[in-house]
């Protein structure tokens, strides 16, 4: 219809609509017309769509909706939101396009007796934006479940595209580090799988799939080998030896062969998928290119090079001739070039190829001048731009120490670091999800390893001390960065001028999101039916019964509910409120640009900014663990000096050794471990100590199981280990996750206030059943661990504790102070998150810890058991609780044991109960490093308050009580006294 016929169209109903109004007459066939001109609109707008010119799309689709809407033709005007949805996808606008899906889900819900499959298809197609572009995953997550909500309704439990939501939903996990949740959601897709294939009478071990494409970790394949034989063999009955299915087959085995190193096997199944593709596609077909490209890296861990060249070679024609040179998949296969030659040694052509790789992916740089870097980051892809800058620096760091005549490779490849460095912090600030961010700190470790030692070497070339200073900052990139985030983020919310009834419902959301993520760690960890090593799915286990154990679940997660109905309903609130949170951080992000500017800052901390903070006589000790040396950083308010000490592939096994020396009292293997690690760790640096009173240690990898003050230069005399000289003798010593945290506690001004004291001692005196043995320690007294938590079990009792308590309250009376303490029933879980907690600056914690190594959120500490059932709490101030505290205390002292010990992350540090608490407003926190012998820490806590009393600062008066102990040789071996540690300061 053209436009003028178009224009008298709506003049007409104009008149028709008005005459009908005066006449009181229903206008009969206006739903009929104009739902046909609403139909030329989305005709219009699917075209456009077709064409890429989504927003005009949407421009007609906008004048098609309140047409529809008038006509009360809600099946036509879903699918106008759908194609909203979709166009706005397309834009790249996320929010815009989940906000038109879920109008036309809410329209479905109220309008149409069914939901078209046309939405699940979109919610997923969103949802893989949201995985693979933003690697945003719980939003991913949220956006798959809304999808399989959609297609089971239609499709019913067991069609094979439910198993394919499943399996989408199994691979987000896998890639936010959840091992456990991906392999239960990859066996409810294979049983779906598994049970189309039994009602099709096929033999199920035959058609064992590989994993959809999922990556598979070395060392797996070897068990899977014989069935994925026996999957091929059925697929070839079923499609034939040249069907392009057989050909993807035969790929994927052939990569997870070369990943287990069989290359020979590996490579015939590629050859296989390779002439099978050439018979369907012909050569110049980006599917060919695929099977060219993966034989070359397959032939270059092979070792066979020329042949590699010769494969990727073929692979880059033909993306160059399809895709052109500017595509993240062209620079794909430069990047895999320049890995060849550099595994070749030639240095030359291997920098050839990654500049150009470079030139490929960022679309305002094109010089391939190895020598140049772009000024400017906007590339296709991110993450291949940042391992080929890694590449790139490396291969310049190596081509040096070929040549070192060549020190300007050094420049280009600390330059290039730097690059690298800055796009490390644009892709972690992109992640939402906390755990992918320390999984991609830890593969980032390298890169701030090479930039350190490349820098430092400038230095020891140059003289320039900006090439150091550069080095320690380096090292500073590679700590606690998700932290510093985190806390950074948190002094935004203070700041920035947001009302207080946002900030209390932010507060509100933040403590229902840890507690149902407790929930769910709970249910995925400690339930035997969901372990991933269980024989049966939770679907096939769906009518046991189980008992929550933890936090006491809201009314609409009955206790009685089947397992995996409970999982849901868990789920499902969770990524509810996941979802609003997300909308609320994003208001605070959009209407507060104070908020944006102070979470979002530059981290960078400025060498003459640590120097002001830094008291005379006090340095900071910074360490770093590469493959081969250990890099030392000592910085005074004077001066910065650095040291390299070279270490062999045995100095792990030392400081692992070292630890369990101290903890089991192992004489011989102390004396001999100390003077080692003495010599690597503080014997380089130390002539620079002689005026230094005071250590602030920040250490790295292993070293954060190192207690500094048990290290000593001599050995002991005898078997009196009270006149070895400890570290601790020499100086007060205090820890830290980094130099920025430090200056971040550093800063933070408090009021001036009274010392005012607070306890809880449990105890676990008949506390209920079990009357189990006591953990023993050597010499007789019993130690603060805990050994089962479950309902029914009794906790070992702490007598000790009950004393140690009641010592320091009155110590504190006596200097006039205000004290309090709870024991027994009062010392409740519920009584410590009071808000009457902010009222103590010193806060002393005598219990037992939970460890959960392999679930980090699942670390807590005890308090004494609810009197009844109806409680709010469990007793468990559980790991991700203590981020939701409001405190205000100067320290905070977990006298527990190994309440200092968690997950080890690269990149990231120790993640432990101390975390929390420096989030939750604590300056300093003290912590134990292995169990503690229930007595004898008493002693120490009670000599450490009467130091604090007589108004030492934390550090000095930790060491006095360090020291009391040492003067007794029967408390004298770093057993007794190092374990205990102070982080902030």
């Not at 430069?334 to 470079?358: C, H, P």
């Not at 980032?444 to 400038?458: D, N, P, V």
């Not at 043995?773 to 479950?790: C, H, K, L």
């Not at 101030?877 to 002292?893: F, G, M, Q, R, T």
């Amino acid at each position: 219809m053209n436009s003028r016929k178009l224009r008298f169209t709506i003049v007409f109903l104009m008149l028709l609509f008005m005459v009908d109004n005066c006449a009181g007459k229903k206008p009969v066939r206006y739903n009929r017309v104009m739902t046909e001109i609403s139909d030329q609109y989305t005709v219009k707008a699917e075209k456009l769509a077709g064409e890429a010119q989504y927003t005009s799309s949407n421009f007609y689709l906008k004048k098609a909706i309140p047409i529809y809407k008038k006509a009360g033709n809600w099946l036509k005007m879903v699918q106008c939101y759908i194609k909203l949805g979709d166009n706005f996808k397309d834009l790249d606008e996320y929010k815009k396009a989940l906000g038109n899906l879920d109008l036309a889900l809410k329209l479905t819900l109220n309008y149409l007796g069914h939901k078209p499959l046309a939405l699940a298809k979109s919610y997923i197609k969103l949802a893989y934006k949201y995985f693979h572009q933003k690697k945003d995953f719980e939003k991913a997550l949220e956006l798959y479940r809304k999808a399989l909500d959609i297609k089971k309704e239609i499709l019913g439990e067991n069609h094979r595209e439910i198993a394919k939501i499943y399996n989408s939903i199994s691979l987000v996990y896998w890639n936010k580090g959840d091992a456990g949740r991906a392999s239960i959601y990859y066996n409810k897709s294979f049983s779906i799988k598994l049970k189309n294939l039994m009602e099709q009478g096929i033999d199920i071990v035959r058609n064992y799939k590989f994993l959809d494409n999922e990556r598979v970790k070395k060392g797996t394949f070897s068990d899977r080998e014989d069935a994925f034989r026996e999957s091929l063999f059925q697929d070839l009955e079923t499609y034939g030896r040249d069907h392009p299915i057989t050909a993807t087959i035969h790929e994927n085995i052939g990569i997870l062969q070369a990943l287990e190193g069989s290359y020979s096997e590996a490579m015939e199944n590629l050859r296989k998928s390779l002439t099978i593709r050439l018979n369907n596609y012909g050569q110049d077909n980006l599917k060919t290119a695929s099977s060219y490209h993966n034989m070359g890296i397959c032939l270059r861990l092979q070792g066979e090079h020329d042949q590699a060249l010769r494969f990727l070679d073929n692979a880059l024609s033909i993306k160059l001739n399809l895709l052109g040179r500017y595509h993240s998949e062209t620079a794909e296969t430069y990047y895999q070039l320049g890995n060849v030659y550099y595994s070749r040694f030639q240095f030359d052509e291997a920098l050839t190829y990654f500049q150009n790789a470079i030139v490929s992916m960022v679309p305002t740089f094109s010089s391939t001048d190895v020598q140049a870097n772009p000024t400017y980051i906007k590339a296709y892809s991110n993450d291949r731009l940042l391992k080929t800058l890694a590449a790139k620096a490396r291969a310049l760091w190596m081509r040096y120490l070929y040549e070192p005549a060549r020190v300007e490779d050094l420049r280009v490849s600390l330059d290039t670091h730097l690059l690298a460095a800055d796009l490390i912090d644009n892709i972690r600030g992109s992640f939402k999800s906390e755990n992918y961010k320390l999984f991609f700190g830890a593969k980032c470790i390298e890169i701030y390893g090479l930039a350190l030692q490349t820098a430092q070497k400038l230095y020891e070339i140059s003289g320039n001390s900006e090439y150091k200073e550069l080095a320690f900052i380096f090292s500073e990139k590679s700590k606690a960065a998700v932290l510093t985030e985190s806390l950074s983020e948190s002094r935004a919310r203070k700041f920035a001028g947001i009302p207080g009834y946002l900030l209390e419902r932010e507060k509100r959301l933040r403590t229902d999101l840890a507690l149902y993520d407790t929930y769910l760690e709970k249910e995925y960890g400690k339930n035997p039916a969901l372990s991933p090593s269980a024989e049966s799915t939770p679907k096939e286990r769906e009518g046991e019964k189980v008992n929550f154990p933890g936090k006491t679940l809201p009314k609409n997660n009955k206790k009685d509910l089947p397992v995996s109905s409970r999982i849901k309903s868990i789920e499902e609130h969770y990524f509810s409120l996941k979802e609003e949170y997300r909308d609320l951080i994003e208001h605070f992000e959009s209407n507060y640009p104070k908020y944006f500017d102070l979470k979002y800052k530059s981290r960078t901390v400025s060498i003459p900014t640590l120097q002001r903070a830094l008291a005379p006589g006090t340095a900071i000790i910074e360490y770093f663990l590469a493959e081969k040396s250990v890099h030392i950083f000592l910085l005074t308010d004077r001066f910065l000096e650095t040291a390299a000490q070279p270490v062999g592939a045995d100095f792990t096994a030392a400081m692992e050794d070292f630890y369990n020396s101290i903890k089991k009292i192992e004489e011989k293997s102390f004396l001999r471990l100390n003077q080692h690690l003495y010599r690597v760790l503080i014997k380089p640096i130390r002539h620079y100590l002689k005026d230094i009173k005071r250590l602030i240690i920040i250490p790295h990898g292993q070293l954060y199981y190192i207690p500094f003050e048990a290290l000593a230069d001599g050995p002991a005399a005898g078997s009196d280990f009270s006149h070895v000289d400890y570290l601790i003798k020499r100086f007060s010593i205090n820890y830290h996750y980094s130099a920025h945290l430090w200056l971040y506690n550093n800063k933070q001004q408090r009021e001036n206030r009274e010392k005012s004291f607070v306890g809880f001692a449990p105890v676990f005196s008949g506390t209920g059943a079990g009357t189990g043995p006591r953990p023993m320690n050597a010499d007789g007294g019993s130690t603060r661990d805990i050994v089962v938590v479950e309902q029914g079990v009794r906790y070992p009792e702490l007598p000790a504790t009950e004393r140690e308590l009641r010592a320091i309250i009155d110590l504190f009376k006596r200097s006039g102070k205000k004290a309090a303490g709870y024991f027994h029933r009062q010392a409740a879980e519920e009584i410590f998150k009071s808000a009457h907690m902010r009222n103590y600056n010193f806060i002393h914690i005598a219990t037992h810890s939970l460890k959960e190594r392999g679930s980090a959120g699942l670390s807590g500490l005890i308090f004494s058991k609810p009197g009844s059932a109806s409680g709010k709490e469990d007793g468990i101030l559980y790991s991700k609780e203590i981020y939701n505290l409001d405190l205000d205390a100067e320290l905070v002292v977990l006298s527990s044991c190994e309440s200092g010990i968690g997950r080890l992350i690269k990149g990231e540090g120790m993640i432990a109960l101390a975390r929390g608490f420096f989030y939750s407003g604590v300056r300093n926190v003290i912590f134990s490093l292995w169990k503690v012998e229930d007595r004898t820490t008493s002693r120490l806590m009670i000599e450490l308050y009467r130091n604090i009393l007589l108004g030492r600062e934390l550090p000095a008066a930790l060491r006095e009580a360090k020291l009391s102990l040492i003067s007794d040789r029967f408390t004298a071996f770093p057993k007794y006294w190092s374990g205990f540690i102070l982080v902030g300061e």
